[in-house]
């Protein structure tokens, strides 16, 4: 039997960590990424709820790290280092940067899914953390929750119901 | 935190008025469309985060049917009627006369009854609204999906997100429609992009700060 226990939410453009026997999760993942770090063997994890690839969109000289790529990933890994996580230990499993509606005049802003994604992964290949496990693309919402005990990212769709990865 | 979207009382009221008479127009057409009567909320206009725009409908990962179209000319911005699915099934098969087809189960005659449907209320609202401020609206093709509200909302704050981690949201809902057992709840959210503000309030007399 798995422990009952809260599960750590996280907003969209937000980011927070949780540790074993919680939970933590975020919920209605379209285009952004729910991007996953976590540290197998002191069972604690971070996530973060992205929702731009790049902070050089922001036309505001202040806003919230979590909200895009670069800037989430750097405020997420400040944190588990704050919390004594060596960064050479972490993993990453990361869901979402769906297209919602389909679209043939696709705008930049209707690929964002894609550019997110293609975002995060080049943001972990330079940072020298590995993705154990995606599920990223198609055209649905994704509701996400990392287990910190076994390591398992469950993901929920509407169609499609429940999976790992 | 950001204040872009510092308003005055009058701003809001300006935006409220827009919905208004947007939905209003909605209202008529649904009404005309399926020969009901139908009844409309005041539109309600609030600042708020993401996440609470979520709530404002059941959370991010209830499921609602969607019709999605975006806005462009002297302003734009992006529109969504949002339905449970199971009314999205009353009203498409009241359109094509056909109780088995279902929108809730991927029906394809019935999702693009729906998908109908959401063209012309949301082609009513933006045409109202063009025809209140003067402003050339255009529409684009319109998009249906069943999922999240979340996921699909979020298309919308894209550009806003650029410039703020707030929103305004203009809401209105349709309910108590004539001859429906069950009460109908869609929601109609407009979300014009950061830039279509100063354009909005210039047109209309009100300067903004």
């Known amino acids: 039997m798995t422990q ?14 949780s540790q074993h026997p919680q939970t933590i999760m975020t919920a209605g993942l379209g285009s952004c990424i729910g991007l996953v770090l976590y540290d197998e063997t002191n069972k604690i994890a971070g996530l973060v709820h992205i929702m731009l690839p790049d902070s050089s969109m922001s036309r505001n000289q202040t806003f919230k790290e979590a909200k895009f790529a670069d800037t989430g990933l750097l ?9 004594g996580v060596r960064k050479s230990r972490l993993k990453a499993k990361m869901a979402g940067g769906a297209q919602m509606f389909n679209s043939t005049n696709s705008s930049e802003m209707m690929r964002i899914g894609y550019r997110n994604a293609e975002a995060v992964r080049a943001l972990l290949k330079e940072q020298n953390i590995p993705i154990v496990a995606e599920d990223c693309g198609g055209n649905k919402g994704r509701t996400i929750e990392f287990m910190i005990d076994d390591s398992l990212l469950k993901i929920r769709t509407i169609h499609e119901g429940v999976t790992y990865i | 935190m950001s204040d872009y979207f510092n308003f005055k009382q009058i701003h809001l009221d300006v935006l409220k008025e827009i919905g208004n008479i947007g939905a209003g127009n909605a209202a008529t057409s649904l009404s005309h469309l399926i020969n009901r009567s139908v009844s409309m909320d005041v539109p309600v206009i609030n600042v708020v985060t993401f996440d609470e725009m979520m709530m404002e409908i059941g959370g991010k990962d209830e499921v609602q049917a969607t019709v999605f179209v975006q806005a462009n000319g002297d302003i734009s911005g992006n529109m969504f009627f949002m339905i449970p699915p199971d009314e999205a099934d009353l009203f498409a098969q009241l359109m094509i006369g056909d109780p088995s087809e279902k929108v809730s189960e991927g029906d394809e005659i019935a999702t693009s009854a729906f998908l109908e449907l959401g063209n012309i209320l949301t082609g009513s609202y933006l045409r109202a609204f063009s025809d209140f401020t003067q402003l050339d609206i255009n529409q684009s093709v319109p998009h249906v999906a069943i999922d999240m509200v979340g996921a ?11 410039v703020s981690d707030q929103a305004i949201m203009i809401e209105t809902i349709l309910h108590d429609i004539e001859g429906f057992d069950q009460a109908i709840k869609g929601h109609f959210f407009l979300l014009p992009n950061p830039d279509a503000y100063a354009t909005i309030f210039q047109v209309l007399g009100v300067h903004s700060s």
């Open chain 1, 4 to 17: 009952v226990s809260e599960a750590v939410k996280v907003g969209i453009a937000d980011l927070n960590i």
């Open chain 1, 75 to 83: 405020a997420l890994l400040k944190l588990l280092e704050s919390q």
């Open chain 2, 152 to 162: 699909m909302l979020t298309q919308g704050l894209l550009e806003i997100s650029t």
